[in-house]
């Protein structure tokens, strides 16, 4: 929402923080005017461990330069009966009670999308009306008159004959769609060894780096020259991939897409037999999380394991059992060697969000994919816990895991609490570790230093030319 439609002229802009890492916000902390800044505390449960821990940062924060208007600042959209209702009516200047039978990845037309999209200052009406025609085409009981139970069914079906991993692109004006749907579409069908794995923000290339298990949607708007991506998709259609095509007339027509799309999701799941609105490993990583952070208050230690894989340049972490390794470059290229049929690769960054950086890394992307010729998706941690996190540990079980995690440059503390940002936000990588291990999952964490963002890029260009 906030990078597809930003602010209107003369109202705020919208900054969505999701991260712990401490760097990511000091970044956001250095570029905000606190006196002029308000704060969206937003958590369906009320007690997500990331939306807590920044809330209280900014709120004492914010209490040490204007401590009689901190209130005005802060609002919070949660469900009715949470923590956060509670605290929201004592603290904060209003509390918006979303439906509680409106799951969180299904809630894009619900408070959680609507209240920031309103204080951008756009059209709250034009855009939900602009949905209704597909809500009435979902309700009608025509299954073939509901483009969404139409989409889910055909990605459902296409599922179950292995072709299962979905490869969203969008034309430039809505790039971030993808993101959307991908949280939507693993979270909601990667469990009991099943699922649809979303593919997003892929550079597009030619058909003969594609394995067979790729289905590809395009969602533009018409008036995106988009020529050179469509050309691509056509080479791929008449090779005989199959292509899902949505265009629409302008951006305010997406609260139709969300719609659509939650339909189909749900469709899909049903017809691969799972229940789409639970997300029972996303739990997993975050009790993992919890169990670190209290044996660190005991002990003070923290650590992936207890002997490193390698150490050299970097140190190394993992379960490959190829060795001896003569360098970085040979552990990860152990990793590269688990590849099975049908199987992808994740690339899993525990840095800060910053376009330098996913540049880089949606480099390494596309070069890993042209040499394994799998799926390879990319997610900052611990943001994408709450996406493809789910289809990691609950999907299918051909997944490779490489993990990124930096020394953050600075710390931050959490009120309240006697562990730090930084204590956190590497509890959460080695949480996520952990469960991947627990599971047989071929997986190396490569832990960086404080000049990540240099090392990082080295460290791409090696990658990518083995």
Known sequence: MSLTFRNAPGFPE???????DPDQINDVTTHIDLSSTIFIVASKSGTTMETDSLARFFYEKFKTIDPLSCREH?????DRGTWLEEYSEKNYSKTFLNPSDIGGRYSALSYFGIVPFALMGHDVRMFLERSLDVETSCKSGNVLSSPGVEVGALLGMLALSGIDKLT?????SIQSLGNWIEQLIAESTGKQG???????????????????????????????????????????????????????????????VFYTWEVATSAAAAVLGIDPFDEPNVQESKENTRKILREFELTHQMSFDNTPLFKNKFTIFGNIKTQPFGD??????????????????AIMAYLPRRRSLEKEFLKLQSAIRDKLRIPVTFGFGPRYLHSTGQFHKGGGSDGLFLQFVHSPQVNLPIPGETYTFADLFRAQAIGDYNALKSKGKPILSIQLGKNYEDEITQLIREVTSI
């Not at 802060?74 to 949660?78: D, E, R």
């Not at 099943?194 to 067979?212: C, D, R």
């Not at 018409?222 to 265009?247: C, F, H, N, T």
């Open 14 to 20: 919208f900054i969505v923080l999701d991260s712990t």
């Open 74 to 78: 802060f609002v919070a959209i949660t």
């Open 168 to 172: 969203v692109q969008t034309s430039s």
């Open 194 to 256: 099943k699922g649809i794995l979303p593919v997003v923000n892929e550079q597009l290339t030619t058909p003969e780096f594609y394995s067979a298990d790729r289905v590809f949607v395009y969602i533009g708007v018409r008036s995106d020259a988009e020529v050179e991506k469509e050309e691509k998709l056509q080479a791929l259609e008449l090779q005989g991939y199959p292509i899902i095509k949505m265009l629409i007339d302008d951006i305010y027509d997406l609260s139709g």
């Open 328 to 345: 970085e470059i040979d552990v990860i290229h152990s990793l590269f060697q688990q590849k099975t049929a049908g199987g992808y690769l």
